[in-house]
Each structure stands twice: as structure tokens, then as C-alpha cells.
């Protein structure tokens, strides 16, 4: 795969000295000198193989994250899944008392912006069944941990799983409709949009992290090629 992404650039490691013995990949040479490495029919072959496997591994919940996370990158936005940051949440509404709680959103973005006031973060949060989406609708507190690091939070999940009056009118819904993985999906409700600024400790846990990367994406200029 980093052979594919790299548009064969060689990095002259054992791992490529494995893939030519294998014929997976091969080795060319430019006019100009310089080598580069091409994936064989058996390489491209291996690689959809491995994909299908992994794809058909992926649980119903994480496909749908993923499906989530390329239409965002797919509209110019920076995406991470899986993140764990610290939320400020009120215990209780009568007497409200301020404490701190680990929110993990399935699907975290902010848009591709050096100007803080046009970040605008974004959490999805994926719900493959009923069940599951019950069960997160129960716990105030964490819907209020999503809530207090974003300026828009929706609930992602199949079509049917639930309807739009079920869930709060703060968050948006969005549902897939038919195949997780080729379903068309449909915003039924928006999000109400509150002001957001993200605090430092947000910060400092995206910068280590690391964000989506779109496959679409060159991964590496070729040699030589003009910056602009």
C-alpha cells in the first residue's frame, strides 16, 4: 500500500526487497536514471484481496464511521475518529456542578481553516442498531461531553433505526439508507449551530493525534515535478 500511495518513490528497505522477490512489485528505470517501483498485476491483485478481507472484518458501526469520515474529508474538512478528549459537563440541571469526563466522538472535524472563528467543530456519532443508540440517549452527560466540544453534533445511523422526534432537536440526524457501505446518505435534520471555541487541552490531544488522510490524495510529488 505505501508502495501504491507513494507513487512508487523506493524507500530501499527489507520490505520492498521482499515484495520484488515475490514479483508482487517491480523495479523500473527512467530515462533520467532514476528508480522507481511499480505494483505487478500479482501486487494489485494481493492489495484488493487484503482490502476485501479488511472490509469484510470492519464491523457494521466502524464501516459506517468510515463512510461518515470520507464524505467530510470528500467536502474539504479535516477528520479524526477514534479520539479521546477531556469535556467540561454538568452533573445536574437544579444545581448545576461543573466536572470533567472523557468524550471518545466516533467522528471528529473541524473545517480545513487557519482562522479559529471559521473552525466550526463538528461530532458524529454512529449508532449501527437501536439498541445501541438507546443506550447512548440514556446518558445525558455524554451526549452534553459531545455537545461542549463542537458547534454541531448529529447522530449517524441506519435508516428505520430510529426517528428524527426520538432523538434530542439539538442534534442533527443523519441516516444511511439500504447497504452501509454503498447506502445513499441522507440529512433528515440539522444540527442547531452554537458558538464553540476550542480549548487548549483540544488543542495539544489533535496535534497528537493524527488525522484521516483521503486515499484520493497524491501522497508524494514525483521528483522534479513544480511545486506550483
Known sequence: MQVWRSGGWPCRDAIEIDLIASAWVSVSTADSGHETLKLTEAGIQL????????????SAHDRLAAR???????????VWRELSLRAQVSTAEER???????ARPDVFS????????????VVHEVKANRADLLSDLRHAAKRASYQWLCSE???VFPAGVAQ????????GVMVVHGNIDTGALELLRPARHATCTLPFAVWLALAKATPLRNEADGAQLHLGEPLC
Open 110 to 121: 473541524v473545517r480545513n481553516t487557519s482562522v479559529e472563528a471559521y473552525l466550526q467543530p
Open 68 to 78: 461518515v469520515a470520507q464524505q467530510l474529508m470528500d467536502g474539504g474538512r479535516i
Open 153 to 155: 453534533c448529529f447522530y
Open 47 to 58: 492489495l484488493a484481496a487484503s482490502r476485501q478481507r479488511n472490509q469484510r472484518a470492519a
Open 96 to 102: 448545576p456542578i461543573s466536572s470533567w469526563r472523557i
Open 164 to 171: 428524527p422526534q426520538e432523538i434530542p432537536e439539538a442534534f
